[in-house]
């Protein structure tokens, strides 16, 4: 495959490009600011799977009715420190936020929130979702399962999909918002990785992919086009395979927003369903939070005071490489590839955005 070339765009610019796409398709504007600053943030982090390039996907299920515009997340069975929130097809970006802060609320008054969060729309990057928490002084985990499209990822030793990438997050407040912030799909890599990877016509690495045959692949093609599809495989063989089947069971069974099963796949199709089982912790409420900021603060400089291989920097923990990147970003502009490019201005166009307005907006 022959690489393509690169587009430079502010974050800024990036962030208004975005949100007029999303206004001209109908959302109000406060709902096209949450969306573009959460896409854009993930494009700030190095998540580009997560970033911006999702809008024409967004777009096309907005139109499609399989995404609700200007939608707001419902508490529909209320049991005090356990709620059950549905956000009823919903901007994910959206209904996930307002069901972190219903279980912050509640974690604050009892302690501890279970948040059973169900039927949204993409919810984007979770560690979105953990940040918030962290903010708010809390610690907080997150399964997340999907469904509504076609299975990607294959059970440990099988050569077929049975689930997708399936995230699985963990949050722990820091100092001046440097929270570590563990956050990652249950597969090798994220479908929206992989897509990446086909726009820009670049192979993956060794290890991630298998054909449909069950072979081992680098061709990210195996999981796009008409078929036959193949499948990511799951990361730490057992271990990724198994915390992928908890994380369907966790976030789909146990909120009521269902697992990944032929009964919810659909497709030809490119809906997008989340589900997310949220536990959201008050430490103070626990060991006390003078007692465990402390020894956090101590173990992570212990952990970072290891010396690092040969080629390597320094030991970073969970958030810092994100963090880094942001500043880097920030700074010299976001990359995206001109295949993505070329679907977002057509989405642009789509919703009747001008090639003047394209420019104006985007400064390309």
């Known amino acids: 495959m022959a690489n393509v070339g690169e587009v430079i765009v502010r974050a800024d610019r990036l962030t208004d490009f975005v949100k007029a796409i999303c206004e001209k398709d109908g959302s109000d504007a406060q709902e096209a600011t949450i969306v573009a600053e959460n896409l854009v943030l993930a494009n700030l982090f190095g998540h580009d799977s997560h970033g911006v390039g999702m809008v024409p996907r967004y777009i096309e299920n907005a139109r499609a009715g399989d995404c609700k515009r200007n939608w707001h997340a419902e508490i529909v069975l209320d049991n005090g420190p356990l709620i059950t929130v549905d956000g009823g097809k919903g901007y994910g970006q959206v209904v996930a936020r307002e069901a972190m802060q219903f279980g912050i609320e509640r974690a604050k008054a009892h302690g501890v929130c279970v948040v059973a969060l169900r039927n949204c729309h993409h919810i ?16 907080s985990t997150h399964y997340v399962n999907v469904h509504g499209h076609k299975s990607l990822v294959a059970p440990f030793a099988g050569a077929e999909a049975r689930f997708t990438t399936n995230p699985y997050c963990c949050t722990i407040p820091g100092d001046n918002g440097e929270h570590i912030v563990l956050d990652f799909a249950t597969s090798q890599v994220a479908m929206g990785k992989v897509r990446v990877a086909y726009n820009k016509r670049e192979q993956m690495e060794p290890g991630l992919l298998i054909d449909h045959d069950g072979n081992p692949s680098t061709d990210p093609g195996v ?20 915390l992928a089947v908890i994380c369907d069971i966790l976030a789909g069974a146990l909120t009521g927003g269902l697992t990944h099963s032929p009964k919810t796949i659909k497709h030809n199709t490119g809906d997008i369903v989340n589900n997310m089982l949220s536990i959201i912790i008050d430490p103070a409420r626990l060991g006390g939070s003078e007692v465990w900021r402390q020894d956090t603060q101590d173990f992570v400089a212990w952990v970072k005071s290891s010396r690092p291989q040969p080629g390597v920097a320094s030991v970073l923990v969970p958030g810092e490489p994100e963090r880094q990147r942001r500043t880097d970003r920030l ?6 590839d001109e295949t993505t490019w070329g679907q ?5 166009r789509l919703v009747g955005l001008s090639e003047a307005e394209v420019k104006a907006l985007a400064g390309v």
């Open 331 to 336: 700074a010299k502009g976001i990359a995206i």
């Open 223 to 242: 999981m796009w086009g008409n078929g036959p599809f193949g499948a990511i495989l799951p990361f730490g063989l057992h271990k990724g395979g198994g």
């Open 344 to 348: 977002l201005c057509d989405t642009a």
């Open 124 to 139: 984007g990057r979770i560690g979105a979702w953990g940040e918030q928490c962290a903010d708010a002084g809390l610690i």
